[in-house]
């Protein structure tokens, strides 16, 4: 069943230059994907693709000068962006969550770590104080910090970074929503940490057929936690499909690219770094975006290339997709 439809996405940043011209930076430009209860999408893309533009425009928290100038992002049945913003408060914290990168910012300095997730449990579910103080030890227990009731009563400076992220992470799944988005929620943990809340965010996806948006650098990561991946270049999906099909059967020149330059593989020399400077998005080329950087680039990519099937439920945009 589908829980989040997001349909020909446009976010723009608009601004006027010194001499007063408006100036548009098409950041995304008609993001489409749908994702089934019960599944994990991973979404990969270079550093400034617009992967964290689009959490921010499903959550409805751009800030100016971004804007939302066309599209839907379709979640039980509403379109979230025509949706009040008193209506979209209320399902922030309870139906939608979002992690992000930066626990610190994003926890309150002056009150103890129990009586933050407390208060998110209360404010969305109404719980009285006790029930609510013990969901939030429960919590904490089960995003793996030890001593769950001891850090309960902390403060968020007497925690590490790695439990300060882990704590957002608990605050963030204590309602149970039905839509997760994590942008890039275990950059910076060790190796462990990282597994246990990875594990637990896809458990909890199974468990309750939620639906989970994780947002990363981190092919493998992909590879183990998502069932599927899309990947996106200059604010676009280029390509998108099962997790193991994409990874066997990588057909987006850019794809192939990405994977082809993971660390992992240029450590062992069967690498290729990118070229070419990445794109302008004040002025985007007409047809594929990726065509200055493209090697299979011909004259037919000045047009708009299709969003066509490359493999069985495995889709890419392009003119000349690699061979299966
Ligand atoms: N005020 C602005 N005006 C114009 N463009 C902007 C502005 N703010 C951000 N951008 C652009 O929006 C694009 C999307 O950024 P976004 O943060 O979504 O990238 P990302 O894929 O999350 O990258 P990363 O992997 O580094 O987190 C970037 O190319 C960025 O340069
Ligand atoms: S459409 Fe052309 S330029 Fe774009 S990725 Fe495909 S081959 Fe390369
Ligand atoms: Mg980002």
Same mark, same amino acid.
């Given at each position: 069943m589908t829980l989040l439809a997001v349909e020909n996405l446009h976010t723009h940043f608009i601004s006027r230059s010194l001499d007063n011209e408006i100036r548009v930076a098409? %950041? #995304?430009?008609?993001v489409s994907f749908a994702l089934e209860r019960g599944r994990v999408l991973g979404l990969v893309g270079e550093t400034g693709a617009g992967k964290s533009l689009t959490a921010l425009s499903i959550m409805g928290l751009l800030k100016p000068p %971004?804007?939302?100038?066309g599209g839907a992002v379709r979640f039980e049945g509403r379109d979230l962006v025509t949706l009040p913003p008193a209506e979209l408060n209320k399902l922030r914290g309870d139906r939608l969550a979002l992690i992000v990168q930066n626990p610190r910012a994003s926890l309150d300095p002056l009150s103890r770590i129990g009586d933050q997730l407390a208060r998110v449990h209360r404010a969305h579910r109404g719980a009285d104080a006790a029930t609510a103080a013990r969901r939030a030890v429960e919590m904490l227990a089960a995003v793996g910090l030890p001593d769950p009731e001891r850090r309960a009563r @902390?403060? *968020?400076?007497? #925690?590490?970074g790695g439990m300060a992220q882990r704590v957002l992470i608990a605050m963030a799944l204590i309602n149970e929503p039905q839509l997760v988005i994590a942008d890039e929620p275990t950059t910076g943990l060790d190796v462990t940490v990282q597994a246990q809340i990875l594990d637990l965010i896809r458990a909890t996806v199974r468990e309750r057929s939620l639906g989970a948006i994780i947002i990363t650098h981190d092919l493998g990561v992909v590879a183990h936690y998502c069932d599927e991946i899309a990947v996106m270049y200059a604010g676009s999906i280029v390509e998108q499909g099962e997790t193991r099909d994409v990874f066997a059967r990588p057909r987006h020149p850019y794809t192939i690219n990405l994977i082809d330059s993971t660390p992992e593989r240029l450590a062992i020399g069967s690498g290729r770094v990118f070229g070419g400077p990445p794109p302008d998005l004040f002025n985007l080329p007409p047809g594929c975006h990726y065509r200055p950087r493209c090697?299979? @680039?011909? *004259? %037919?990519?000045v047009a708009e290339p299709p969003w066509a099937a490359v493999d069985g439920g495995h889709f890419a945009r392009c003119h000349h997709p690699g061979p299966a």
């Amino acid at each position: 069943m589908t829980l989040l439809a997001v349909e020909n996405l446009h976010t723009h940043f608009i601004s006027r230059s010194l001499d007063n011209e408006i100036r548009v930076a098409k %950041a #995304l430009n008609g993001v489409s994907f749908a994702l089934e209860r019960g599944r994990v999408l991973g979404l990969v893309g270079e550093t400034g693709a617009g992967k964290s533009l689009t959490a921010l425009s499903i959550m409805g928290l751009l800030k100016p000068p %971004a804007l939302i100038v066309g599209g839907a992002v379709r979640f039980e049945g509403r379109d979230l962006v025509t949706l009040p913003p008193a209506e979209l408060n209320k399902l922030r914290g309870d139906r939608l969550a979002l992690i992000v990168q930066n626990p610190r910012a994003s926890l309150d300095p002056l009150s103890r770590i129990g009586d933050q997730l407390a208060r998110v449990h209360r404010a969305h579910r109404g719980a009285d104080a006790a029930t609510a103080a013990r969901r939030a030890v429960e919590m904490l227990a089960a995003v793996g910090l030890p001593d769950p009731e001891r850090r309960a009563r @902390a403060w *968020p400076h007497e #925690l590490s970074g790695g439990m300060a992220q882990r704590v957002l992470i608990a605050m963030a799944l204590i309602n149970e929503p039905q839509l997760v988005i994590a942008d890039e929620p275990t950059t910076g943990l060790d190796v462990t940490v990282q597994a246990q809340i990875l594990d637990l965010i896809r458990a909890t996806v199974r468990e309750r057929s939620l639906g989970a948006i994780i947002i990363t650098h981190d092919l493998g990561v992909v590879a183990h936690y998502c069932d599927e991946i899309a990947v996106m270049y200059a604010g676009s999906i280029v390509e998108q499909g099962e997790t193991r099909d994409v990874f066997a059967r990588p057909r987006h020149p850019y794809t192939i690219n990405l994977i082809d330059s993971t660390p992992e593989r240029l450590a062992i020399g069967s690498g290729r770094v990118f070229g070419g400077p990445p794109p302008d998005l004040f002025n985007l080329p007409p047809g594929c975006h990726y065509r200055p950087r493209c090697p299979k @680039a011909s *004259p %037919a990519c000045v047009a708009e290339p299709p969003w066509a099937a490359v493999d069985g439920g495995h889709f890419a945009r392009c003119h000349h997709p690699g061979p299966a």
